[in-house]
């Protein structure tokens, strides 16, 4: 069966109903863009109508879908023409147009996700707010095919499903998938960051963090947790004196959430349970701590500098590491106004994190990464670079 055309279809519409042959052109061509009405989804038109139209198409919102959903009638997307003249459809544009846009947009985003349509999270992948072609393209593949899956009347494990087309390899991708593609884009996004400096000590990672860092051990961390569990719940402060240990415990508690500090002891909780019993899930903590979200974004690239510097188990100096980085951060577009002093705070904040671990060892003169700490750089490099892109104001 060939597809609608829309040239025919709008002169039809125009013999058959003239009043309404102009609204609907405007609404098919902010659809389509341009594209056959064949390649439109039902992500496409909820969008459409719950988002571009009322913020972005000037008229009579009301009229314009339900002039959409008579030339779609025509055309035989019979399912699509119903969301244009559905209750949900005039709920939301009345409450833009009473509300406000925000109040419009969470209404919007809440019909939207009832859909069963939009592609949630998986464990590989959460979806950006600003995404690249790579990731649009997954993302309306995925949409299309839980789409599919509801019309068929399957029963639908969305993330089961997204995650399957996800990494299902494809012959239109040339056997790759849309997963890989998606991780590769974001890996180059990534690598092509601000200032030649950065991009530099970067551009070899590219292809080094395509693939997932195994799971390693972390004994220091699992000692202090397995002792805080088998000390019928609790750890005495005393028994942690110096000074790595006391940093180990104060991540425990304070970044990791994984003791909780009762007078003069530290009880184990429920998520240092979780981690005990999971060498994945401990490891993974570890390797999101390395580069905490939530600072600055100057911090934040600043220990990402160290990472990459020390991630091959080169021996350099506490100088050395606080010049290079600044180097590196200055490049990309950071005017600090004290020299070195801005990266000292935060690279030697990630070097007593490193040792406290035992994923480095060092002192005043010299600092160098083990085998396992080489491991969770890369493992922290790789989920920072892979995470989604977000707007700037979000949470």
Same mark, same amino acid.
Not at 272 to 289: I, K, Q, Y
């Given at each position: ?160 499903? @997204? ?103 530290? @009880? ?128």
């Amino acid at each position: 069966m060939s597809a609608p055309d829309v040239t025919a279809l709008l002169a039809e519409l125009e013999r058959s109903e003239p009043d309404l042959a102009d609204e609907a052109r405007t609404a098919v061509e902010w659809l389509t863009g341009g594209e056959p009405l064949e390649t439109v989804t039902q992500l496409d038109v909820c969008e459409f109508l719950w988002y571009t139209l009322p913020l972005k198409v000037g008229g009579d919102h009301e009229r314009l879908a339900r002039s959409l959903g008579r030339l779609l009638q025509l055309g035989g997307m019979q399912r699509y023409a119903a969301l244009c003249e559905s209750p949900t459809t005039t709920q939301i544009l009345r409450t833009y147009a009473r509300d406000g846009e925000d109040t419009g947009t969470a209404a919007y985003q809440e019909a939207l996700e009832a859909t069963g349509v939009l592609p949630p999270d998986v464990p590989d992948l959460q979806w950006s707010m600003i995404m690249g072609p790579e990731e649009l393209g997954a993302h309306i593949a995925c949409s299309a095919a839980l789409e599919l899956a509801i019309i068929s009347g399957d029963e639908v494990d969305r993330v089961a499903l @997204t995650r399957r087309w996800l990494t299902q390899p494809r012959a239109d991708l040339g056997g790759d998938n849309w997963l890989h593609r998606v991780h590769g884009e974001r890996l180059n996004r990534w690598v092509l960051g601000r200032g030649p400096a950065r991009r530099e000590l970067a551009q070899p990672f590219e292809v080094r963090l395509h693939a997932p860092v195994k799971a390693q051990p972390i004994p220091a961390l699992r000692r202090l947790l397995s002792l805080a569990a088998t000390s019928e719940g609790s750890l005495p402060l005393r028994l942690a004196p110096s000074p790595a240990a006391l940093r180990l415990r104060e991540m425990a508690e304070r970044e990791l959430g994984a003791l909780s500090r009762d007078g003069a002891t530290l @009880t184990i909780t429920a998520e240092g349970r979780r981690l005990l019993d999971s060498p994945d899930a401990l490891w993974d903590a570890v390797a999101r701590l390395l580069l905490a979200r939530g600072e600055h974004e100057f911090e934040v690239s600043a220990r990402e500098a160290a990472l990459m510097l020390l991630a091959d188990g080169v021996l350099m100096s506490p100088t050395q590491l606080r010049e290079r980085v600044a180097e590196v951060v200055g490049g990309e577009g950071w005017h600090p106004t004290t020299g070195l002093d801005d990266v000292t705070g935060p690279v030697a904040d990630l070097v007593g994190q490193l040792t406290a671990l035992e994923l480095a060892f060092g002192d005043e003169l010299a600092i160098r990464m083990t085998r396992v700490g080489q491991l969770a750089s890369l493992a922290a490099l790789r989920a920072h670079a892979l995470r989604p892109r977000k707007y700037v104001n979000s949470t």
